[in-house]
Structures are given as structure tokens and as C-alpha cells.
């Protein structure tokens, strides 16, 4: 049974982390990255810390992702940036580099 639980928790785990990365919207970044600290804090409670899960949820969860929503939406990414109008050849140069 815990076994079973520490898998579903671990893919969800990864599976949020990885739409961190590839996520389009960066609201739903933060919010995934959310999800991702509290399976870790899920994680470290089934290790036996519950104080460090505590933390993590308190912390990163908490603070920090309420920090980095609030910079997301002051940011207001609607238009586009001039950074985002590049050649393909820039983005190849820049890949490489």
C-alpha cells in the first residue's frame, strides 16, 4: 500500500515538474511548481520528517509561490516581447551557444 502511494505521489511529482518546463502560460508554471512542492512535501512526510514537509509547504509553497505569482501577474505577458520576435537562425546560434 505505501508502496503504491509513494509511486502515485513520485509520477505526480514528476509529471508536475515537467509541465513546470514545458507549460506555455507561466501562471500555470507556478501553479504546477505549487503542486510539485506539496507532492515533495508529501514525499518527506511518508520518509518520517514530518517538520521538514511542514516547512516545505510553509516556505516554498507559501511564501515563495506567492512571490512568484505576484511577479508573474506585475509582469503582464500579454504582448509579445520584443525577445520573442527572433529569426530562426538567432535561435539556432543561441541553442549552440
Same mark, same amino acid.
Given at each position: 500500500?505505501?508502496?503504491?502511494?509513494?509511486?502515485?505521489?513520485?509520477?505526480?511529482?514528476?509529471?508536475?515538474?515537467?509541465? $513546470?518546463? $514545458?507549460?506555455? *502560460?507561466?501562471?500555470?508554471? $507556478?501553479?504546477?511548481?505549487?503542486?510539485?512542492?506539496?507532492?515533495?512535501? %508529501?514525499?518527506?512526510?511518508?520518509?518520517?520528517?514530518?517538520?521538514?514537509?511542514?516547512? +516545505?509547504?510553509?516556505?516554498?509553497? !507559501?511564501?515563495?509561490?506567492?512571490?512568484?505569482?505576484? %511577479?508573474?501577474?506585475?509582469? *503582464?505577458?500579454?504582448?509579445? +516581447?520584443?525577445?520573442?520576435? /527572433? !529569426? +530562426?537562425?538567432?535561435?539556432?546560434?543561441?541553442? /549552440?551557444?
Amino acid at each position: 500500500m505505501e508502496l503504491i502511494l509513494f509511486i502515485l505521489v513520485a509520477l505526480a511529482a514528476v509529471a508536475s515538474a515537467l509541465l $513546470v518546463v $514545458v507549460g506555455k *502560460n507561466p501562471v500555470y508554471s $507556478v501553479l504546477f511548481l505549487v503542486s510539485a512542492f506539496f507532492c515533495l512535501a %508529501v514525499l518527506y512526510v511518508m520518509l518520517g520528517a514530518p517538520f521538514i514537509a511542514a516547512l +516545505q509547504v510553509i516556505v516554498y509553497a !507559501g511564501a515563495i509561490m506567492v512571490l512568484f505569482l505576484f %511577479v508573474v501577474m506585475l509582469l *503582464n505577458l500579454r504582448e509579445p +516581447q520584443s525577445w520573442d520576435v /527572433t !529569426g +530562426q537562425v538567432r535561435r539556432w546560434i543561441g541553442f /549552440t551557444v
